[in-house]
């Protein structure tokens, strides 16, 4: 009975102190550490569809553009103080199929585009505006993302592509703190991307026309871009760990 007395009592107190120390960073007037989760989506992407160079000069495209991004990360940070957060995180890009039409005197008929890709990314974070239990942030964001695209052709023809972008974004963040070491935050901003062309990933025929590995060329002999440029929206959940 005494050896159960104990065991009940050092539980208590490791309970007790836990929840004293919850209680003492529950807002933002103390500096934090944790994991971070998020999900968001590009608007008006531009300078991403290759489709348009696959098609030939002459080619009647509609449809291609069509496509729904859905960045997804996870990721630690940390707070610098209360001058500046630090985030690091790894990235997986999801894509909706986008389905198109197009017809050519090379090739007439349906087709469709599967994008995907993946990466990792840091972000800093500066607020200028703090209350306890609310703060509002600049923030600049670097990412190294590796992008890849496949386009099908109603003949089962295919063409397998490649991308790497350093995308630079930059914005305003707002965070909620939720109470007991959770917070939400909302991100909008811009995302530019550097470099980033689309190279062939083997020799492939497609759409009447023949492609070797290296650079995406259109019919003019130009490299084709890759970089994706769009507005970025992203939704975020942080678990502290102090």
């Known amino acids: 009975m005494r050896v159960r007395s104990r ?19 529950t807002n933002f007037s103390e500096a934090h550490a944790g994991i971070t989760v998020g999900a968001g989506t590009y608007l008006l992407p531009r300078h991403y569809d290759p489709v348009p160079s696959a098609g030939g000069t002459d080619a009647q495209l509609s449809g291609s553009e069509k496509v729904h991004f859905i960045p997804a990360k ?10 500046a957060t630090l985030e690091a995180y ?3 890009l999801f894509a909706t199929r986008a389905k198109w039409t197009v017809e050519s005197s090379a090739a007439t008929g349906s087709g469709s585009s599967e994008f995907s890709g993946y990466g990792a990314g840091l972000v800093v974070g500066l607020p200028f505006y703090r209350t306890p239990r609310f703060r509002a942030l ?30 630079l974004g930059a914005g305003l963040q707002a965070e909620a703190w939720l109470g ?9 901003g811009f995302d530019y991307g550097l470099g980033g062309n689309w190279q062939v990933k ?17 019919s003019h002999g130009e490299t084709v871009s890759g970089q994706l440029m769009a507005l970025y929206l992203e939704l975020g959940f942080k678990l502290s760990f102090y």
């Open 90 to 92: 790894a990235r997986y």
């Open 202 to 218: 083997k020799a492939s025929r497609f759409l009447g026309q023949d492609y070797t590995a290296g650079n995406l060329r259109n």
């Open 7 to 25: 065991g009940f009592f050092l539980v208590s107190c490791a309970f007790a102190a836990s929840s004293a120390r919850a209680l003492v960073n």
């Open 74 to 83: 996870l990721g630690v940070f940390t707070d610098l103080g209360s001058a």
């Open 180 to 188: 007991d070491l959770y917070s939400l935050s909302a991100l909008a």
């Open 138 to 167: 600049f923030v600049g964001r670097y990412e190294l993302q590796f992008a890849d695209a496949r386009l099908v052709f109603q003949d089962n023809s295919q063409l397998d592509l490649s991308a790497t972008r350093n995308i």
